[in-house]
């Protein structure tokens, strides 16, 4: 990326951007790192990880009151399962007394503890949303994806929270789905938003998997190169093929000597070299082996399939989030932008889902090796003091000037600066490692 397009990303942030604030607009909370579930898609399921089991402490959770006035919304899990927490409403009610009218809390669960009394008493507590895992809506696909789930559970837990609505008229509780879309179940989405909105649901969540293993990496239903770059591509393979001329001979021609090279492939290199001159103009970064890689047939279909969702939704009166279907190239870190931090069950302050816990993934078609960074703990130290500090508010500013390379789309990833044990910068200078996150590409979403 040039230094004009980091220029171009820039946006100013003044004291009241939400991320320079005094405090901070939303919290995720780690309620538990406990769950009854083992999801490949789930990151404690790699053994890098190394997450210990534990639950959020009641003086943990009280060390986050200062802030509850000035919350737009609490956001209660992080790898675990929400309701294995058995104070979970308690934290609901609590938060709730303190919380402006129109502040919301909520959570994402995998529903297979909502009974109904469980339901009720979320309800009575003040839940205001929550939305459960359905990543299929046929019973054999769903314990496929779910590793043994059962879709008759998540039917019921919705049947549950519908009921305890019901018997609560002044219950704000909006209830959703999400959806982890991958190759084997990106047909059933339509399916599963109609399933789920018959349920209850008035909103869903779209997001892709992030593989966690080489095993799975296969399944993920996006590439890695921008909307921009592929545009680019498509645009110079098109005017190659007027010429009579095939860019994905481009590589072939490549290795030859300069002098040994035909007219045609003398073209093809200077109609290349164009294309990465009008690249380096726009701010695009290109990686020519990856776009010639790009399964355009699956794009195609991941379209079709986010089209026929869209008139789905549509018709079912259902809030629809998708993700990108390519990653974008103009960045936005909505948890940062929106004034987020994170807090782990042990009571350690993070900036991010992307660097909240340690883990291995291939989302880029490379092994990363992500680190966590942790900016305090409030054994030791107050939340305000924590998010106010300095290092984090710095570290905040930066992240939104988005003056980071773009790695998944670079010819040289992985390089030894991404992949350092312990990363301290990128190849702009910069220390934070956010030229490697996919969330801020529009790629994965979660609650918030």
């Not at 200062?66 to 399962?81: R, S, T």
């Not at 090279?261 to 290199?269: A, G, M, S």
Request: proline share 5%; charged share 25%.
């Amino acid at each position: 990326m040039t230094s004009n397009d980091s220029c171009a990303q820039q946006r100013p942030a003044g004291e009241n951007h939400p991320a320079l604030a005094q405090f901070p607009a939303k919290l995720f909370v780690e309620v538990t790192t406990r769950c009854n579930m083992e999801c490949f898609m789930c990151m404690k399921q790699t053994p890098e990880s190394g997450i210990c089991e534990g639950d959020l402490s009641e003086a943990t959770f009280a060390a986050l009151k200062p802030a509850f006035a000035h919350l737009d919304a609490l956001i209660l899990n992080g790898v675990g399962e929400p309701l294995l927490h058995p104070r979970l409403e308690e934290m609901i009610a609590a938060a709730k007394a303190e919380m402006t009218p129109n502040a919301w809390v909520g959570f994402q669960s995998n529903g297979l503890l909502l009974t109904e009394q469980r339901a009720q008493s979320l309800v009575d507590a003040g839940l205001d949303r929550i939305c459960l895992s359905v990543d299929a809506a046929s019973p054999e696909l769903f314990r496929k994806v779910r590793e043994g789930g059962d879709i008759h559970a998540v039917d019921r837990a919705l049947t549950a929270l519908e009921n305890a609505r019901r018997n609560r008229p002044e219950s704000r509780l909006e209830i959703g789905m999400e959806f982890v879309a991958m190759r084997d179940n990106l047909g059933e989405l339509p399916r599963a938003i109609r399933w789920a909105a018959e349920r209850g649901a008035s909103f869903a969540l779209i997001t892709h998997m992030l593989p966690y293993d080489e095993e799975h990496a296969v399944q993920a239903a996006y590439p890695t190169v921008t909307a921009e770059a592929l545009q680019l591509f498509h645009k110079w393979r098109d005017i190659a093929r007027d010429q009579g001329l095939d860019i994905r001979r481009y590589f072939k021609s490549l290795i030859r000597y300069a002098t040994t090279r035909t007219e045609d492939e003398k073209r093809l290199y200077r109609l290349v070299e164009q294309m990465k001159a009008e690249a380096l103009a726009q701010g695009v970064v290109v990686d020519l082996r990856s776009l010639m890689a790009v399964d355009e047939g699956l794009l195609d279909e991941v379209g079709a399939v986010f089209a026929e969702s869209r008139r789905v939704a549509e018709e079912c009166g259902v809030d629809l989030r998708l993700p990108e279907i390519l990653p974008k190239h103009q960045r936005n870190c909505e948890f940062v932008e929106e004034g987020g931090a994170f807090v782990a069950w042990d009571g350690k302050i993070y900036p991010c889902y992307f660097l909240w816990h340690r883990f291995n993934c291939y989302a880029m078609g490379w092994e990363q090796k992500v680190q966590p960074k942790v900016f305090g703990d409030l054994a030791a130290t107050p939340l305000l003091d924590i998010w106010n500090a300095p290092a984090f508010r710095e570290f905040r500013a930066k992240v939104i000037r988005y003056d980071y390379p773009f790695c998944s789309n670079c010819a040289v990833a992985p390089c030894d600066l991404v992949q350092a044990e312990n990363f301290e910068h990128d190849c702009h200078a910069q220390s934070e490692p956010c030229g490697s996150c996919l969330w801020c590409m529009g790629l994965f979403q979660c609650l918030r």
